[in-house]
């Protein structure tokens, strides 16, 4: 979705703000621009890649201390050239920037048509800009006010940033739904919509608050209510390092964070289990663990990987603890009123913290009385902070727009819920919460031994990757993992693929069966392998491709299937963490092969902002 970054200080700020735009590149975008004041205000803008806009102002005066950058992922009006931000006023004195979406932008625009407003592109940010514009005419006030006027009126999410010919020492910014960050320096002020373009330069930052506008200047940073209260900007420390935002030497970032794993699920146990000692510690919910063991029922939300995550913790839930559990689309739970209220706890899952649909949901549910708390990756992101409680996945930044590392973050932490929760309501012997923990202190060093299995994996890649269809079928804990491997699959070889529960497959997907169509079969040795086994006969004699991944040492399914992925044994429960591996790995050196671009596909977000 749209990224936003601004500077303001006595350094270079075109700089700052390109090379900010870059390492926002993962989030998707389809054009870029920047806003400067030298003098008078200037805009450049462009249909594309970062580094085409880079390219269109070499040689050009982009001298300035002030600049605000964007890159736009499309929702009102094509990309081109002319709806790419910043957007300017009627007078060509302000330019304004923008993430989200003005739900009433098309009354508004009537409105300011009457008025005699010309708009030069299609978008929702224009005609908030115009707004702002008409409102400082018609009221002879500062911008400040204008736009606290206006966003009174406005429907729908922003941040927006303001940056104005007339005022070159001063960066207005507003937010309500969607994110930013401010990072303070010494003498200066970065802005952005996720910490990753301010790292480099400090550690010290403030998140914005729905509803909150900030007056920035070089050396002040001033953050007021929608009702001009002064609010105290409350500065944290940022936990992450320029190296985690790096390549590291890997082609891509989807093949690096595959190959964090190993560390990044040892982080997300790291102080929380205690094998040896039989213990599991979550600060994040220890005030909660008992409303959480005696909660009616959990709904879990989520949207993509992360609802895939959810759909694991589910059976581990229910399993574990006895709790009947519900797993939903974020974006359907919020808009069908469900039945939902005291005694409910809403687990949101996210990778982002941002996602609108996940935080729409769990602001109803939040209002109708359920208890929230928050599975999220990004520390200080909008679902962790609406949150009652929760627990961070501490996988670290994921820039590859296609979750990996976070995904296996999730369902361990998911897991260490389950198991705190199920101690808490006695509803597990101490001997299986022993085994538990081994298997989860353990399941990093499985995930490194199925991380060696790459060039096994790039050779089926290189066999399947002029597949015109995937099937992905699984049962059990294993079916989320066969969606996943579906999900990854679509999203970076753009090859059609369907995830399927095993068994269900003879209810209509066995239809597409023949030679031509690989089916992979996630098959580890569970309480349902005796069942998968015969839906592989089902699929071999119907003649189609059997890419198998199954348990070291099975002597069944490599007789059976063309293909066979060997991973370590692990408990049901945990298999899923080792099981998805190598369909991480096939789906990323597919999408290699076909030539596409795998951090950053085509259409897709990393951080979905807008519902
Ligand atoms: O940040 P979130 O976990 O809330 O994001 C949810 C989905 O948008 C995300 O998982 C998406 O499906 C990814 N592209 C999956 O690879």
């Given amino acids: 979705m749209c990224g936003i970054v601004a500077y303001i ?115 929702d940010t224009e005609v908030l800009l115009h707004f702002i ?119 891509h970032f989807m093949l690096k964070e595959i190959f964090e794993q190993p560390q990044t699920i040892f982080d997300s146990l790291r102080g929380r289990l205690d094998a040896k000692k039989g213990t599991l510690t979550l600060g994040g919910i220890r005030e909660h663990a008992e409303i959480l063991s005696q909660a009616k029922r959990i709904i879990i939300v989520a949207c993509g990987t992360s609802w895939h995550a959810g759909l694991v913790a589910e059976y581990m839930i229910e399993e574990l603890c006895r709790i009947p559990v519900e797993v939903e689309y974020a974006s359907e739970f919020r808009y069908r009123n469900p039945v939902v209220g005291e005694g409910d706890v809403i687990i949101a899952v996210s990778q982002s913290g941002e996602t609108a649909d996940t935080l729409v949901a769990i602001e109803s549910a939040k209002k109708k009385g359920a208890i929230i708390l928050g599975v999220c990756n990004v520390v200080g992101s909008s679902i962790a902070r609406i949150s009652d409680a929760g627990a961070y996945t501490h996988a670290g930044p994921e820039i590859g727009v296609a979750s990996t590392k976070a995904f296996t973050a999730q369902l361990a932490v998911l897991c260490l819920i389950g198991l705190k929760v199920a101690m808490e309501k006695g509803s597990i012997t101490q001997q299986r919460f022993q085994h538990l923990l081994d298997e989860l202190d353990s399941v990093s060093e499985k995930v490194a031994l199925t991380l060696k299995l790459n060039d096994q994996i790039k050779a089926i890649a290189d066999k399947y990757k002029d597949a015109r269809d995937f099937l992905y079928l699984g049962r059990g804990y294993n079916f989320p993992v066969a969606l996943e491997g579906a999900l990854k699959l679509k999203e970076i070889s753009y090859i059609h693929a369907e995830g399927y529960p095993a068994a269900e497959m003879k209810h209509g997907p066995i239809a597409l069966v023949d030679e031509h169509l690989p089916v992979v079969f996630v098959a580890t040795k569970d309480s349902y392998y005796e069942k998968v086994v015969s839906n592989i006969q089902e699929i071999k004699a119907r003649k189609g491709k059997v890419i198998a991944v199954v348990t070291e040492g099975d002597v069944t399914i490599p007789g059976m299937a063309d293909d066979v992925i060997e991973v370590p044994e692990a408990d049901e429960l945990v298999a899923p963490i080792v099981s998805v591996i190598p369909l991480q790995l096939l789906a990323y050196h597919i999408g290699v092969l076909k030539g596409f671009d795998v951090d950053k596909p085509r259409n897709l977000a990393k951080s979905v902002t807008v519902e």
């Fill in 133 to 251: 514009e008409e409102i400082q005419e018609s009221n002879k006030c500062g911008l400040e006010e204008a736009l606290r006027i206006a966003l009174k009126r406005v429907v729908g999410a922003y941040v927006i940033v303001l940056v104005d010919e007339d005022n070159p020492d001063t960066l207005i910014a507003a937010r309500k739904g969607s994110p930013l960050v401010i990072g303070v320096g010494k003498g200066e002020h970065f802005l952005a919509s996720d910490a990753s373009p301010i790292v480099e330069y400090t550690k010290e930052v403030v998140y914005v608050n729905d509803y909150e506008i900030a007056v920035i200047k070089a050396d002040e940073l001033i953050l007021k209510n929608i009702s001009n209260e002064r609010q105290t900007p409350y500065i944290q420390k940022l936990d992450i390092e320029l190296a985690a935002i790096e390549k590291g030497g890997f082609d």
């Fill in 9 to 123: 200080g006595q350094r270079e700020a075109y700089p700052i703000v390109l090379k900010g735009l870059k390492r926002l590149e993962y989030r998707g975008y389809d054009s870029a621009g920047v806003a400067l004041v030298n003098g008078d205000l200037k805009v450049y803008k462009k249909k594309g890649k970062v580094a085409e806009l880079e390219e269109f102002l070499s040689g050009k005066d982009v001298h300035s201390h002030i600049a605000i950058g964007h890159t736009r992922w499309a929702t009102h009006g094509e990309p081109s050239d002319r709806n790419s931000h910043p957007h300017t006023s009627g007078n060509g004195k302000l330019a304004m920037i923008h993430n989200g979406i003005i739900e009433n932008y098309a009354q508004l625009k009537q409105e300011l048509i009457k008025k005699g407003h010309v708009f030069k592109s299609d978008t």
